[in-house]
């Protein structure tokens, strides 16, 4: 069981829209459409964003949206506001009741 | 409103059991997963394992013979013991709750665990 691999960090300008990759296998992300990600500012816990690859838990605002092809799953972000600003992390189940993380990514407003 | 809680001593010994709880309030622990996730200092989160409200219980294969998950429904909490601690299990410790494969919805505010002689 692998870390899921998500880039380092990602950067864009106030009102633009970025995406982040996190890539499994066939085994955890191309195998379940059971993916969730997560926001994390400094200091606080992780708050879940997406579950089950695309749907928003109530509160999350629509500028957050997430899709998945084959062993990758996407989170975008739209209308980019600087409180966007933090990591983010997304989650795949992976098989006999057991969930794996990826590495974590590092937006950056600028 | 679900809030979770962790509590435990914030600094272990080597080689000794690493004992967290997580207490619940707002909410029951039917229906629902109870996870442990951690974060070492800088580093991404790791989950480690779950107890479901029923009693069974599962963790992460690389961790798997050291962890021990469990429940006190009289108290509303849950546990985490980690065996055998190295400094690599100096992390942020989470409790989170997770419903039917929907991801963890509730976490709690972290507590530091520093393993140190």
């Known amino acids: 069981q692998s870390a899921l691999t998500q880039p380092a960090s990602v950067s864009g300008s106030p009102g633009q829209s970025i995406t982040i990759s996190c890539t499994g296998t066939?085994?955890?992300?191309?195998?379940?459409?059971?993916v969730s990600w997560y926001q994390q500012h400094p200091g606080k816990p992780p708050q879940l964003m997406i579950y089950?690859?695309?749907k928003r838990p109530s509160g999350v605002s629509n500028r957050f949206a997430g899709s998945k092809s084959a062993n990758t799953a996407s989170l975008t972000i739209s209308g980019l506001q600087a409180e966007d600003e933090a990591d983010y992390y997304c989650?795949?189940?992976?098989?006999?009741?057991?969930?794996?993380f990826g590495g974590g990514t590092k937006l950056t407003v600028l | 409103q679900v809030q979770l809680q962790e509590s435990g001593p914030g600094l272990v010994k080597p080689s000794e059991t690493l004992s967290l709880t997580c207490t619940l309030s707002?909410?029951?622990?039917?229906?629902?997963?109870w996870n442990w996730v951690r974060q070492p200092p800088g580093k991404g989160l790791e989950w480690i394992g779950y107890?479901?409200?029923?009693?069974?219980?599962n963790s992460n294969p690389s961790l798997k013979s050291r962890v021990t998950i469990s429940i006190d429904r009289s108290r509303n909490q849950f546990s985490l013991q980690l065996s055998s601690v190295t400094a690599a299990d100096t992390a942020v410790y989470y409790c989170?709750?997770?419903?039917?494969?929907?991801?963890?919805?509730?976490w709690g505010q972290g507590t530091l665990v520093t393993v140190s002689s």
């Open positions: 107890i479901y409200y029923g009693g069974s219980t």
């Open positions: 066939s085994s955890d992300v191309g195998n379940y459409n059971l």
């Open positions: 707002g909410g029951s622990f039917s229906s629902y997963y």
């Open positions: 089950e690859g695309s």
């Open positions: 989650c795949s189940y992976a098989g006999s009741s057991t969930w794996v």
């Open positions: 989170a709750r997770e419903g039917e494969r929907s991801g963890f919805d509730y």
